[in-house]
T-cell receptor
Framework: KQEVTQIPAALSVPEGENLVLNCSFT??????LQWFRQDPGKGLTSLLL?????REQTSGRLNASLDKSSGRSTLYIAASQPGDSATYLC??????????????FGQGTILTVHP | SQTIHQWPATLVQPVGSPLSLECTVE??????LYWYRQAAGRGLQLLFY??????ISSEVPQNLSASRPQDRQFILSSKKLLLSDSGFYLC?????????????FGEGSRLTVL
């Protein structure tokens, strides 16, 4: 059974810092890995999707890497801003089958960026 | 562009009452559709998914059911709610034809069972 762990559970940083969120998974047979952002009481916003054959993806100040063999992914946020404050969720999609989207989620990292 | 809508946004129901949560997707055809639940302290869990009209797969045994009466409509139901059904229900879609597996979520429906 796939298990996804995110470290740290919570992180508080001053504005402008570069930071790294960590995600690990127990079964390397994944199809892809997605990073999401969730604001309080809201749905999930997709940030980055990394296919199992890829090593990293970048979008603006965000960079996500994937090391499938070791079961790890990191989300790097450059020059953090108060608007980045949210819960960040990592999820892996199991490989195989006829459909996708059956994600296993981590518990999330609660990020607070203070001015 | 594609959009996904869920309603109601918030619902407070007594134990034993019925439930119907609705999700619709616009701007795409034949999406794969999903219902996830986010319960306090338990993270996000896949409940149901559908790859086409009338095709429903259940991931966990429970008090809930799902239906897909139209291509872009996904409904989550219960005949009699339990306290344990409380949670934040999220609908998601994925464009199966792209084979990327990227999931897009709605704004969620918060259910409180009293």
């Amino acid at each position: 059974k796939q298990e996804v762990t995110q470290i740290p559970a919570a992180l508080s940083v001053p504005e402008g810092e570069n930071l790294v969120l960590n995600c690990s998974f127990t079964d390397s047979a994944i199809y892809n890995l997605q990073w999401f952002r969730q604001d309080p009481g809201k749905g999930l916003t997709s940030l980055l999707l990394i296919q199992s054959s890829q090593r990293e993806q970048t979008s603006g100040r965000l960079n996500a890497s994937l090391d499938k063999s070791s079961g790890r992914s990191t989300l790097y946020i450059a020059a953090s801003q108060p608007g980045d404050s949210a819960t960040y969720l990592c999820a892996v999609d199991r490989a195989g089958g006829t459909s996708y989207g059956k994600l296993t989620f981590g518990q999330g990292t609660i990020l607070t960026v203070h001015p | 562009s594609q959009t996904i809508h869920q309603w109601p946004a918030t619902l407070v129901q007594p134990v034993g009452s019925p439930l119907s949560l609705e999700c619709t997707v616009e701007g795409t055809s034949n999406p794969n559709l999903y219902w996830y639940r986010q319960a306090a302290g338990r993270g996000l869990q896949l409940l149901f998914y559908s790859v086409g009209i009338g095709q429903i797969s259940s991931e966990v045994p429970q008090n809930l059911s799902a239906s897909r009466p139209q291509d872009r409509q996904f409904i989550l139901s219960s005949k009699k709610l339990l306290l344990s059904d409380s949670g934040f229900y999220l609908c998601a879609w994925e464009a199966g034809y792209t084979n990327t597996g990227e999931l897009f979520f709605g704004e969620g429906s918060r259910l409180t069972v009293l």
